[in-house]
């Protein structure tokens, strides 16, 4: 029997420059989540490209002490939520308050899911949902560790649950730097556990 251990990366830099990067709450999440899984010996640990992804890896392999190296499988990107963005009329002015990001964010996800306009989109959602599971079918034996982010953690998790219409409801409640255990049998694949994050208390629990 396999597993296959997902973990959404630490928080990223909202608000900065360069927001595809690690927040310094970030890297003690991650760092945190690599001592929760210290005592794993993983065979692969893999990564999508943006940079958060991989730094998350890396900062999971130096906490946790393991010698395998972090390998890039783009396959485990996040969706491209500001062309899922560009695409929904806002319903407000100039730059948005927390509050209206969010109700201009779940529309947009909405519009992007209901498959009545796939064709405005470079990424739509059906080719999205079959990126993210062609890199969980190439993912090989043993055990494996994989940093990504809450969008393809929701539809491994959708996928396994057998109800692609829950990553809705999943995908805005994935923890920064929690865990997902999958495992793999001669029954295919189970999903055990969805969104650990027992181990981020106080000021490292973070959703976005």
């Given at each position: 029997m396999g597993q296959i251990v997902i973990v959404r990366h630490g928080q990223a830099s909202y608000g900065?420059?360069?927001?595809?990067?690690?927040?310094?709450?970030?890297?003690?999440?991650?760092?945190?989540?690599?001592?929760?899984?210290?005592?794993?010996?993983?065979?692969?640990?893999?990564?999508?490209?943006?940079?958060?992804?991989?730094?998350?890896?890396?900062?999971?392999?130096?906490?946790?002490?393991?010698?395998?190296?972090?390998?890039?499988?783009?396959g485990w990107d996040e969706m491209d939520h500001?062309?899922?963005?560009?695409?929904?009329?806002?319903?407000?002015?100039?730059?948005?308050d927390e509050r209206q990001f969010q109700a201009w964010f779940e529309r947009a996800t909405a519009r992007w899911l209901s498959g009545e306009h796939d064709g405005d989109y470079r990424e739509s959602w059906p080719v999205f949902a079959e990126r993210v599971l062609g890199a969980l079918d190439r993912v090989g034996e043993g055990t494996t560790v994989v940093t990504t982010s809450g969008g393809p953690v929701a539809v491994v998790v959708a996928?396994?649950?057998?109800?692609?219409?829950?990553y809705q409801r999943i995908a805005p409640?994935?923890?920064?730097?929690?865990?997902?255990?999958?495992?793999?049998?001669?029954?295919?694949?189970?999903?055990?556990?969805?969104?650990?994050?027992?181990?981020?208390?106080?000021d490292l629990l973070t959703y976005r």
């Open positions: 900065a420059a360069d927001y595809d990067v690690l927040s310094p709450l970030g890297e003690k999440q991650a760092a945190r989540t690599g001592e929760l899984l210290a005592d794993l010996r993983p065979d692969a640990l893999l990564h999508g490209a943006m940079k958060r992804q991989q730094r998350t890896a890396e900062v999971m392999a130096d906490a946790a002490g393991w010698s395998v190296v972090p390998r890039l499988d783009d500001l062309a899922v963005l560009d695409a929904q009329p806002k319903h407000f002015e100039g730059e948005p996928t396994l649950l057998e109800s692609p219409a829950a409640v994935a923890v920064n730097a929690a865990v997902t255990r999958v495992v793999t049998g001669s029954r295919g694949r189970t999903l055990v556990s969805f969104n650990e994050h027992t181990h981020l208390t106080g």
